[in-house]
């Protein structure tokens, strides 16, 4: 290949209903269980990777900074997966910015994988599939595959890299829910998912919350299928509060939750209860994604900025997949 092949991509950050905590092969991020999420629409990474045979090395500016530790060698070990995949050997520089900010409670994992992997192809003008595309950008971050494909999204767990993909099982438009996100602290979480997968198997309670995975699934996209919110709510919490059991319950314990997050769901869970359709779901931080109808959101934002201890609300419509721009 010649030098300077340049693209870039933008993915949307997503979030999970059905929740990837654990895998069966850390090395391939094969997930114990598959997961289902939402792409979160104007929330994402734009990346520009330039292959260029040569640079003597990979470099990464993440949001106008130069990168040199563990986040430049996360890529750069996820630039030996495509480099790899299309057999090529040049490095690259890859330019990154999120248009949310980094530490703000939103993941950024997902985009950021979904986004380098997506330009990094193209940039190699190299054709994949995007069920392919889904399985190398899992090899990045499990939940990066899920924000290759477009509106509501499917993971499916497997024992081998190719059958560990991820599908849209909706599009965007298929059902007008918003995420309203309260953001509780802009902290670093202390400990990230990468090292929590890896502990999930030490709580007695991961291997009976994997083994009704699959039901959940099931009940969680039959309710979005049909837009039963009321049957989607209860799933969506009930799955959270197990994968947050089984994170309190590992070795060491991680409690992700602060007591302003729990005031929030004994709240969403009060409101849902008196009629308002919204439900809660918690990642690896004390940020609380509150689910809920369009018609609910501008009530679901003004209560939550009502409460003390909430620092800022963003909320975001379903997303589509992760596109190349040029
Ligand atoms: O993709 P990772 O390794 O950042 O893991 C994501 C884990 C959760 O956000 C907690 C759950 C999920 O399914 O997104």
Same mark, same amino acid.
């Given at each position: 290949?010649?030098t ?6 933008r993915?949307?950050?997503? /979030? ?12 391939? @991020?094969?997930?114990? %269980?598959?997961s ?12 520009t ?5 040569? *640079?003597?090395?990979? &470099?990464?500016? *993440? %949001?106008g ?16 997966a495509i480099?790899?995949?299309?057999? *090529? ?5 890859? =330019?990154?910015t %999120? ?8 993941? &950024?994992?997902?985009?950021?994988? $979904?986004?380098l992997t ?10 994949? &599939? ?17 924000? =290759?494909?477009?509106?509501?999204v ?28 309260a ?7 202390? =400990? ?6 890896? &502990? ?11 083994e ?12 979005? *299928? ?8 209860? /799933? ?21 939750w602060?007591? =302003? ?8 869970? @009060?409101?849902? $209860? ?6 809660y779901t918690?990642?690896a931080?004390? %940020? ?14 003004a ?16 997303g589509?997949?992760?596109?190349v721009l040029?």
């Amino acid at each position: 290949m010649g030098t300077g092949q340049s693209a870039t991509a933008r993915a949307n950050a997503n /979030i999970a209903f059905i929740k990837y905590w654990g895998n069966r092969d850390d090395r391939l @991020r094969l997930p114990a %269980n598959s997961s289902l999420s939402m792409n979160l629409d104007g929330l994402h990474t734009v990346t520009t990777v330039t292959w260029d045979a040569a *640079l003597s090395e990979d &470099s990464l500016t *993440l %949001n106008g900074q130069v990168e040199t530790g563990a986040k430049l060698e996360r890529v750069r070990r996820h630039l030996d997966a495509i480099r790899h995949r299309l057999g *090529l050997d040049a490095h690259a520089s890859v =330019v990154s910015t %999120n248009n949310f900010p980094t530490g703000a409670g939103i993941a &950024s994992s997902a985009s950021s994988f $979904a986004a380098l992997t997506v330009a990094a192809v193209a940039a190699a003008g190299a054709q994949l &599939s995007e069920r392919e595309l889904t399985t190398l950008a899992r090899l990045g971050s499990g939940s990066a595959a899920r924000s =290759v494909p477009s509106g509501f999204v499917v993971w499916h767990a497997a024992d081998r890299h190719e059958d560990s993909y991820a599908e849209s099982i909706a599009g965007p438009d298929h059902w007008d829910l918003v995420d309203v996100i309260a953001v509780v602290s802009y902290q670093h979480k202390e =400990v990230g998912s990468t090292a929590g997968h890896t &502990s999930a198997h030490t709580s007695e309670l991961q291997a009976t919350r994997v083994e009704h995975a699959p039901q959940r699934l099931a009940e969680c996209k039959a309710a979005l *299928l049909e837009r039963n919110f009321d049957a989607f709510a209860e /799933i969506v919490e009930r799955d959270s509060n197990l994968m947050h059991a089984v994170m309190m319950t590992s070795r060491p314990p991680l409690f992700y939750w602060h007591p =302003v997050s729990l005031d929030i769901m004994t709240q969403v869970r @009060r409101w849902r $209860a008196d009629g308002l359709p919204v439900c809660y779901t918690l990642d690896a931080g004390p %940020n609380v994604h509150c689910i809920c109808t369009a018609a609910a959101a501008d009530e679901v934002i003004a209560r939550l900025k009502a409460m003390s201890g909430v620092d800022e609300v963003r909320a975001a419509r379903p997303g589509g997949p992760a596109v190349v721009l040029s």
